[in-house]
């Protein structure tokens, strides 16, 4: 069944994991830090359920810092560990962020130059504006490209796609089809689409960070996916992180945590395997709790390869929109949680920040979305519902 997803963010409940605690034995303290933060989690689904009635589908945390590491769980089976895969979505774009700002730091690329002088000259990117944008306006979602991944084509448009999600409209024919770079770019330059001149305000665009995947291709010689595996996760030792690319690779590797869509008026749909090739750069990564909050505080720590100088720049904050606040260069900020990024991606709903003040990285992701074509209202509550859950974990990992 195709279904047509709205995007948000946040989480459910079923089982704890204790991970470590820098001692060679668990004490007292340390069972007090597992059965609050359990508490939390269940304190979590259970406004869901009473909200909502949900009953498939739940939420797992993470948390690490001076105190030591452990996870929890509400309602989803079996119980999710460290090294379980899930879709991080929107995280993604953590590390496109972070692959432009090492090309700029080893001078293959100024961030602060147009996109022009780096992207093929061919129809494909013949896009609006073109001559204008610059790289930095991509990562700072300032760069006013139309966003062909969450934005229905217009009307207007003389296409049989015009009116509709045009990823809908494709997998209608062929579900494993293969998006490209240039095919997605190429939409907004066939239409002449565009949704603002560059640095008018903050337009979240998918597509945006598409145009900095090509970017990084034609600079590095190397694909978007070859590049994330080779200047980070193998370096960094994220061995359960990695980047899809083709249509037909739908399935994560095992072990992961399953996924439902409860789409009101349908029913509830699993959506454990999904084609993610349209969201390659912005939404199409699996990583595991453990890798993915080794990866945002390595990054703002200055050591995942991208130095103190340039993680400074990606911190640099400008007014966003209601659900992200506000914006960096591919970071959002949060006071009393620190930096990091939020993601939703059929199903997986998750938050991650790392806090510099006080070293702690913290998770809370859900394995479900609620879907009510009567109400989108409802995805945005349950959005912020999993933003919010970030302090509580951290006040009680903190106590």
Same mark, same amino acid.
């Given at each position: ?22 001692? /060679?034995? /668990? /004490? ?5 830090? !597992?059965?609050a933060l359990q508490l939390v989690a269940d304190d979590i689904y259970k406004n869901i359920?009473?909200?909502?009635? &949900? ?13 030591? %590491? ?27 962020? =972070? ?13 602060? #130059? ?5 992207? $093929? ?10 001559? !204008? ?7 700072? +979602? ?10 229905? &084509? ?18 209608? %024919? ?50 978007? /996916? %070859? ?21 037909? #690779? ?9 996924? @439902? ?7 509830i749909i699993d959506t454990d395997e999904d084609n993610v090739s349209l969201g390659v ?37 400008? $007014?966003?929109?209601?659900? +992200? ?13 620190? @930096?990091?990024?939020?993601? &939703? ?5 998750? =938050? ?6 006080? *070293? ?15 109400? *989108?209202?409802?995805?945005? #509550?349950?959005? @912020? ?6 302090? $509580?974990?951290?006040? %009680?990992?903190?106590?």
């Amino acid at each position: 069944m195709k279904v047509k997803l709205v995007l948000l963010l946040f989480i459910l409940s079923g089982g704890a994991t204790f991970i470590s605690c820098d001692k /060679s034995t /668990s /004490s007292d303290d340390d069972r007090n830090v !597992q059965v609050a933060l359990q508490l939390v989690a269940d304190d979590i689904y259970k406004n869901i359920y009473d909200k909502w009635g &949900i009953e498939k589908g739940g939420i797992h945390l993470y948390i690490s810092g001076p105190s030591g %590491e452990y996870m929890a769980s509400s309602n989803i089976t079996p119980i999710p560990t460290s090294g379980s895969h899930f879709r991080v979505a929107s995280i993604s774009k953590t590390f496109t962020a =972070a692959a432009v700002m090492l090309l700029h730091q080893e001078g293959e690329l100024d961030i602060d #130059d147009k996109i022009s002088g780096y992207l $093929p000259n061919i129809p494909a990117y013949d896009i609006p504006y073109r001559d !204008q944008i610059t790289i930095k306006q991509l990562i700072q +979602h300032r760069s006013g490209v139309f966003d062909i991944s969450n934005t229905d &084509i217009p009307d207007s448009v003389n296409a049989p796609y015009a009116n509709t999600r045009y990823e809908n409209f494709i997998k209608d %024919e062929d579900d494993l089809h293969t998006f490209t770079f240039d095919e997605i770019v190429g939409l907004n330059a066939e239409h002449q689409l565009s949704t603002a001149a560059p640095d008018e305000g903050f337009y979240y665009s998918n597509t945006g960070y598409t145009i900095l995947g090509k970017i990084i291709e034609v600079v590095s010689g190397m694909s978007y /996916s %070859e590049f994330i595996d080779q200047k980070f996760a193998i370096p960094l030792g994220l061995t359960g992180t990695y980047s899809p690319w083709n249509g037909s #690779d739908t399935e994560m590797r095992t072990p992961y945590i399953g996924s @439902y869509l409860h789409y009101i008026g349908v029913g509830i749909i699993d959506t454990d395997e999904d084609n993610v090739s349209l969201g390659v750069t912005a939404g199409n990564m699996v990583s595991t709790p453990k890798d993915i909050t080794t990866w945002i505080r390595l990054l703002i720590t200055g050591k995942a390869g991208i130095n103190a100088g340039n993680v400074a720049l990606m911190k640099e904050m400008l $007014p966003a929109d209601e659900g +992200h606040g506000v914006y960096g260069l591919g970071l959002v900020y949060d006071e009393g949680l620190g @930096y990091g990024h939020n993601g &939703i991606h059929k199903s997986h709903v998750s =938050a991650l920040r790392y806090n510099p003040d006080n *070293e702690i990285t913290v998770l809370v992701s859900a394995n479900f979305i609620r879907l009510d074509p009567s109400d *989108e209202k409802s995805v945005k #509550d349950l959005g @912020y519902l999993v933003r919010d859950a970030l302090l $509580p974990v951290v006040a %009680e990992y903190q106590k």
